[in-house]
């Protein structure tokens, strides 16, 4: 058995990040504004190895989610998906597959992801609400909780792995087919760049 076909999403079906657009979309002007600086200390010390991703993109929920009821949340994110532009991956390999065959898996939010694929299995971060209420972030699907994910779901192999980025190591060493993203173009890895 093969597998299915699996994408990432962030600068892989799309050519830029989308967590900072979402945060913007759910904060006003002057409120983004504000807090923006402490979002972007986060980043230079996520970067520099100070803190993990999981801080990171908690810090990014408390600053700019936190507190939303569910339901106005998920207007927000509607509302946020029908903005995202999709690039060439999207439109020259993802739209060829049959979507019961291809999963998203990424770090994005579930919340915006869901309405933009309707059709196809998403797996993505999701947040913790308690009575309706954003109170912080539930799951990080980021870098082996993608793989473990999948490993949930009796998933030991991957026919065609999509992705950006490295830190999708534990995702590439259970593909057949690996191809790396950049700039809306994908390259084919060999078993031997694999282990970069």
Partial sequence: MKGPIVFDFDKTLTDKDTLL??????ASNL???LKYPVLLLSA?????????????K????????KGYRKSDLEKIALRYSSKIKLNNIYHNDFLKYP??????ISASFEEY???????????????NYQENILIGLSVNM??????????EQNIDRVDEFYTDSFTDRPVMDISNKV?????GKKRKLNNLTKTQ
């Fill in 21 to 26: 657009g979402f945060y913007r979309e759910s």
């Fill in 31 to 33: 409120m983004f504004r």
């Fill in 44 to 56: 230079i010390l996520f970067k520099a190895g100070l803190i993990s991703n999981d801080s990171l």
């Fill in 58 to 65: 908690n810090i990014g929920v408390r600053l700019y989610l």
């Fill in 99 to 104: 979507s019961d065959q291809v999963i998203i």
């Fill in 113 to 127: 992801l869901k309405p933009l694929f309707p059709d196809c299995k998403v797996v993505g971060s999701t947040l």
């Fill in 142 to 151: 980021y870098a082996e909780r993608k793989k473990y994910w999948l490993n």
């Fill in 179 to 183: 191809y790396i993203v950049e700039d």
